[in-house]
């Protein structure tokens, strides 16, 4: 099977897209493509390749076809490349690619872990177990560079409008708390903070 950044390489040149390959960078995101003569797009390129082990991970059978480990530091770099950053996974088990936007992983939830490392001397290192339905499932490279598109085209609504929580992820299920806001509330907290 193609790399999946051999794939990416392969489909950004078909389609006349002006793009970086950083994928040897430790600094940087693996690819950043040129949407238009605006928009600059950043994504890290990741491939769920085999199993998780259960135990190992602590996962039952059911989460385990569903679930995917990045490094916490992985998850930061997109963060430092954002807002029009994320992330896009190819599982070459069930076959699909999921994107996460930097919003989704901000906002989705997420189990962190520390793993244990022996370089030198014994360490740690950051993991995050995310479940892949809190991404975007798309059948295509093609659907991918949709939701790029899609994703910046909705960047106002998306970081300045949206008033209720973003996001519907997997296992997440929002409630309502609080007492109702009515207007002379927020002529009080504006009054209160100007």
Request: charged share 30%; net charge positive; proline share 3%.
């Amino acid at each position: 099977m193609q790399s999946f950044e051999q794939e990416i390489k392969t489909f950004l040149q078909s389609k006349k897209l002006e793009y970086k390959d950083n994928s040897s960078s430790f600094k940087r995101l693996d690819f950043s493509v040129r949407l238009d003569e605006t928009w600059t797009f950043y994504f890290d390129a990741k491939e769920k390749r085999q199993k998780y082990n259960l135990y190992n991970w602590k996962l039952t059978a059911e989460q385990e076809p569903h679930t995917f480990i990045i490094d916490d530091l992985a998850a930061r770099k997109i963060l430092a490349f954002g807002p029009y950053s994320g992330m896009v996974v190819r599982d070459n088990l069930l076959g699909g690619y999921y994107f996460f936007s930097v919003l989704d992983l901000f906002l989705m939830p997420k189990t962190r872990v520390n793993r244990p490392i022996e370089k030198n001397a014994k360490a740690m290192k950051g993991k995050w177990v995310i479940d892949l339905r809190s991404g975007k499932k798309c059948a295509s490279m093609q659907e991918v560079l949709q939701l790029f598109h899609l994703y910046i085209a909705k960047r106002e609504d998306l970081f300045l409008n949206i008033l209720d929580c973003f996001g519907n992820y997997h296992g997440e299920d929002i409630g309502e708390r609080g007492e109702v806001r009515r207007p002379e509330y927020w002529e009080t907290d504006v009054k209160e903070t100007r």
